[in-house]
Antibody, heavy 126, light 106 residues
Framework: EVQLVESGGGLVQPGGSLRLSCAASGFSFSNFAMSWVRQAPGKGLEWVSGISGSGSSTYYADSAKGRFTISRDNSKNTLYLQMNSLRAEDTAIYYC???????????????????WGQGTTVTVSS | DIQMTQSPSSLSGSVGDSVTITCRTSKSITNYLNWYQQKPGKAPKLLIYAASSLQSGVPSRFSGSGSGTDFTLTISSLEPEDFATYYCQQTYSTPITFGQGTRLEI
């Protein structure tokens, strides 16, 4: 079964740091681009960051640039999001999501984000 | 950034009804448009990719159409389990962006 399981969320003070993890199973992890998507309480979905299968290419939303770093360890089938200088507006459920295709011929996520984790909650508050 | 305008923001329907949700983008994205369903407390679920392709396992009452800047998601003959929030998403360019969501209520 294809599965993504996030962990690492919690309560952190403004200005603090947190590292989220997403453990993948059931598919050839290194062949697929991955993303982090967040959802603030009562709000819509916001893409945060993405990474290619090899890890050589990374992409960020403006809200994450300079503060968040996405990475992956293909030997451990794990995706990470290092979040620094956290702000109250970063409070959200953070989901990891898998590209629907291992082929990048049509670009990332042409086939959508087909598998999502259950999410991990990050609360930034003093 | 590509802006997404999804409408309506909320919609009421009854079991058996047909409903349509629209998504407009600020520039042409050819068919790099996906649709998701999200139920309270759950992760989003992919329904439609590439504007009109049905994701495996999704009932055929869901359909998508459009290209360029205008897209629609149609649910024919609503079932009780279809009452949820729906999002469009463009993956033509980064940053990937989502519509603001459409809440489908009974």
């Amino acid at each position: 079964e294809v599965q993504l399981v996030e962990s690492g969320g919690g309560l952190v003070q403004p200005g603090g740091s947190l590292r989220l993890s997403c453990a993948a199973s059931g598919f050839s992890f290194s062949n697929f681009a991955m993303s982090w998507v967040r959802q603030a309480p009562g709000k819509g979905l916001e893409w945060v960051s993405g990474i290619s299968g090899s890890g050589s290419s990374t992409y960020y939303a403006d809200s994450a640039k300079g503060r968040f770093t996405i990475s992956r360890d293909n030997s451990k089938n794990t995706l990470y999001l290092q979040m620094n200088s956290l702000r109250a507006e970063d409070t959200a459920i953070y989901y990891c999501a898998k590209d629907g295709s291992s082929s990048s011929a049509l670009g990332f996520y042409y086939y959508g984000m087909d598998v999502w984790g259950q999410g991990t909650t990050v609360t930034v508050s003093s | 950034d590509i802006q997404m305008t999804q409408s309506p923001s909320s919609l009421s329907g009854s079991v058996g009804d047909s409903v349509t949700i629209t998504c407009r983008t600020s520039k042409s994205i050819t068919n790099y448009l996906n649709w998701y369903q999200q139920k309270p407390g759950k992760a989003p679920k992919l329904l439609i990719y590439a504007a009109s392709s049905l994701q495996s396992g999704v009932p055929s009452r869901f359909s998508g159409s459009g290209s360029g800047t205008d897209f629609t998601l149609t649910i024919s003959s609503l079932e009780p389990e279809d009452f949820a929030t729906y999002y469009c998403q463009q993956t033509y360019s980064t940053p990937i962006t989502f519509g603001q969501g459409t809440r489908l209520e009974i």
